[in-house]
Nanobody, 117 residues
Framework: QVQLVESGGGLVQAGGSLRLSCVGSGRTLYDMGWFRQAPGKEREFVAA????????YYADSVKGRFTISRANAKNTVYLQMNSLRPEDTAVYYCAAGAIALMDWDYWGQGTQVTVSS
């Protein structure tokens, strides 16, 4: 069983930055991903990283602005978000699973990110 807890969300002006953290407990050598869900919209993929940290993947909408990383010794995955836009406003969730299968077995409770214009 894996438990994931996100933190780091908040209110920021457009152009600003935030860093989200997701701390895992239990068996955590999974691929990790970040997803987001805006009001009235479906949840969408944001970024993912292999368990080894060797490969990363991004949605086109965040490429060049967001960076995913992980510190396995701390059971933590990060999402550094720069040049934030109002359309990045959403609840951000981390997930643990398998990138190759796009199968995410465990989810956190989410953290709210609000970007004001």
């Amino acid at each position: 069983q894996v438990q994931l807890v996100e933190s780091g969300g908040g209110l920021v002006q457009a152009g600003g930055s935030l860093r989200l953290s997701c701390v895992g407990s239990g068996r955590t050598l999974y691929d990790m991903g970040w997803f987001r869900q805006a009001p009235g919209k479906e949840r969408e993929f944001v970024a993912a990283i292999r368990w080894s940290g060797g490969s990363t993947y991004y949605a086109d909408s965040v490429k060049g602005r967001f960076t995913i990383s992980r510190a396995n010794a701390k059971n933590t995955v990060y999402l550094q978000m720069n040049s934030l836009r109002p359309e990045d406003t959403a609840v951000y969730y981390c997930a643990a699973g398998a990138i190759a299968l796009m199968d995410w077995d465990y989810w956190g409770q989410g953290t709210q990110v609000t970007v004001s214009s």
